[in-house]
């Protein structure tokens, strides 16, 4: 830790540090974020972009009083140090350790819990509002990316925001990406704003300069900037987007710039009334590496900080989302029907290639998954074969448009839903264990889970042919291959392992632990029979109720919220066909699943081959005593 980071008692005590001090404590700040990353994993580029930023907010604004929502969030790791955290800062996104994003929970200077894209704005004004109608004073601040400002949410939210006269500051981190470069009309919009670089540090540089002519310099400055402020007015018709809508617009300015962003800020504190500050950064700063490549730092594995992003001690494989985009590709060269979307994810759901193979054919439409899912619905209504890719995680924000648009109209498109299940250190927010529970309840679809990367291409294969809508669900990480009597290309229920005592049933990418834990119930004398679950719906009932006219025990497992699960589901069914089966569901707890490596969070869950082994074992006690 540096020696200013070192000596700051508390966040206020930055308002005391002269620039020079700032501009070092900006340096340890890098320093210590990529030594850490680098440790643990994380998100890089888009924190080191923003270190001065947050260094001048608190510097200028009082965070007893006023108040920030961090946009998505993985931008706060600065935040956290500057806000009592630094001391903990080497548990980041470990067990019971410091969050990835902002969490109420974790500091009173954590204002709103965020992970999910484009919800500053909204939560930002709600907060402003509470607060004048509570007579408290302060400031609300929303920190919003501009690749965040492509969802809908964050224009819904503008929109309310720009007349309702609240003391509300947007602060646009224009850094001219989300994870890849931004799309659509808004990014062209920002990119006409900010017109150049050398155009700020001109504007920068003419300021210092005028500022500094004797006795009439700051007059003349001052009255320049009332020159430019009218000039805006009169322009107002044609001007900028954000003052259309009620906003008071300031920018761009140097995001880098320590001495500009505080005055500007203390300017802008000034103001009555709703507030954009249109602040330009490079994603990445400071770390040479991320600032040539900021798309493959922004979320990245631990790494050597001298050679950059490369695998350290872990074999060269394909991930479920490589074969994914490489079965795409290839389904696509032969059919022209074939087409892909994404919600600014091409290289996280591995449709990097298919996007520079077949651009006419790949739809990139920013953070905006409501948006994604009626247009597949279109594409599909119009004879095409539209692939939606998203983050089971993200799904979610597009709930409506998958029951209203795809399914009730019951259109062919394929949702490929990658990180699904237990996904690990970025926590609660980014778990993928809610998708097959929403996904259950839908009319027309078929959800399958692929129990390995074998399987999730014969998935697609299938999903391409059918004449409805079809998930694909698979998780993270390194794609494995299940050695066992298992046809990748069969997804009713297939029993893997032989055995009379047990039924032991799991669902999707599980089946390794299941097998393991067949293998160590094997050596107590308990034999298995172990069920591949490939097919959630429609559902299988057939060849479970086969295997439990002979054993009587059921043990379901899925890495799913146990309510409304699909163990849940089939129970009724279950029951009526085998009145004295035994039976235990073992699935995520109603509860917010925290950070952790996913073997962690298996253990924790009772999902691992050990704890479904001990489970199992209680399950056949219990049906010998029955």
Not at 187 to 210: C, D, M, P, V
Not at 604 to 611: H, I, N, P, R, V
């Amino acid at each position: 830790m540096g020696q200013i980071l070192k000596n700051l008692y508390s966040p206020e005590a930055i308002q005391q540090l002269s620039l020079a001090e700032q501009r070092e404590l900006a340096s340890e700040l890098r320093e210590m974020i990529i030594s850490q990353v680098s440790t643990t994993g994380g998100h890089l580029a888009s924190n080191l972009g923003v270190i001065e930023l947050t260094i001048a907010l608190l510097a200028v604004y009082d965070f007893r009083k006023d108040r920030i929502v961090f946009d998505v969030g993985h931008q706060s790791y600065a935040w956290k140090i500057l806000t009592g955290r630094a001391n903990q800062f080497d548990t980041l996104r470990q067990k019971s350790g410091l969050s990835g994003f902002p969490k109420r929970s974790e500091s009173p200077y954590d204002f709103f819990d965020t992970g999910h894209s484009s919800t500053s704005i909204s939560a930002a004004l709600g907060m402003v509002r509470a607060m004048a109608n509570n007579h408290e004073p302060g400031r609300v601040i929303a920190l919003i990316g501009d690749g965040a400002l492509t969802g809908g949410m964050a224009f819904e939210a503008l929109n309310d925001a720009g007349m309702s006269g609240a003391r509300l500051v947007v602060i646009i981190n224009d850094n001219q990406m989300s994870i890849g470069k931004n799309v659509g009309g808004l990014a062209r919009h920002l990119e006409n704003l900010r017109i150049s670089r050398r155009y700020i540090h001109l504007k920068t540089a003419l300021e210092t300069l005028i500022s500094k002519i004797p006795l009439v310099g700051p007059r003349l400055l001052q009255f320049l900037q009332q020159v430019k402020k009218m000039d805006r007015l009169v322009l107002r018709r044609s001007g900028v987007f954000f003052e259309q809508l009620g906003f008071r617009y300031y920018g761009p300015i140097d995001g880098h710039d320590l001495k500009a962003l505080q005055r500007h800020l203390a300017n802008i504190d000034e103001v009555d009334g709703p507030v954009v500050l249109h602040v330009i950064t490079q994603k990445g700063r400071g770390y040479t590496f991320a600032e040539s490549a900021p798309d493959i730092y922004h979320g990245v594995a631990p790494f050597e900080v001298e050679l950059g992003v490369c695998p350290v001690g872990q074999p060269d494989c394909l991930t479920y989302s490589d074969i994914f985009g490489q079965a795409l590709l290839a389904r696509a060269r032969e059919n022209p029907k074939i087409c892909a979307i994404s919600a600014a994810m091409a290289s996280g759901t591995g449709l990097k290639s298919f996007a520079e193979t077949l651009p006419h054919r790949f739809y990139d439409v920013g953070i905006a998954e409501q948006h994604a899912a009626t247009l597949a619905a279109g594409l599909a209504a119009g004879g095409a074969r539209p692939v939606l890719a998203l983050y089971s995680t993200f799904l979610q924000r597009a709930y409506d448009q998958l029951l209203h648009d795809i399914c009730l109209q019951n259109l062919p498109v394929v949702l490929a839903i990658d990180r699904a299940g237990i996904v690990g250190e970025d926590g609660e927010t980014h778990q993928g264990i809610y998708d097959l529970n929403l996904l259950l309840t839908l009319p027309a679809i078929e959800i399958l889970c692929p129990a390995d990367g074998r399987a999730l291409e014969r998935a697609l294969d299938r999903a391409l042919t059918n004449n409805h809508p079809t998930a694909v669900r698979y998780p993270r990480g390194a794609a494995v291959t299940v050695m066992a009597t298992f046809d990748p290309t069969d997804f009713n229920i297939q029993t893997v392992r032989r055995g009379s005592d047990c039924t032991l049933a799991v669902v999707g990418t599980l089946l390794p632990e299941a097998l393991e834990a067949a293998r160590l119930l094997a050596q107590d004398g308990i034999e298995c029979d172990v069920l591949s679950i490939q097919r959630a719906k429609p559902f299988d009932y057939g060849n479970l109720i086969v295997s439990l006219q002979k054993t009587h025990t059921l043990l379901v497992a899925e890495e799913t919220v146990c309510a409304g699960s699909l163990g849940q589901m089939i129970l009724p069914e279950v029951i009526q066909a085998i009145p004295d089966c035994q039976f235990h569901l073992s699935a995520i707890r109603d509860e917010p699943l925290h950070q952790g490596r996913r073997s962690q969070l298996l253990s924790d869950q009772g999902l691992d081959a050990m704890s479904l082994a001990i489970q199992a074992k209680m399950l056949v006690s219990r049906s010998v005593r029955v």
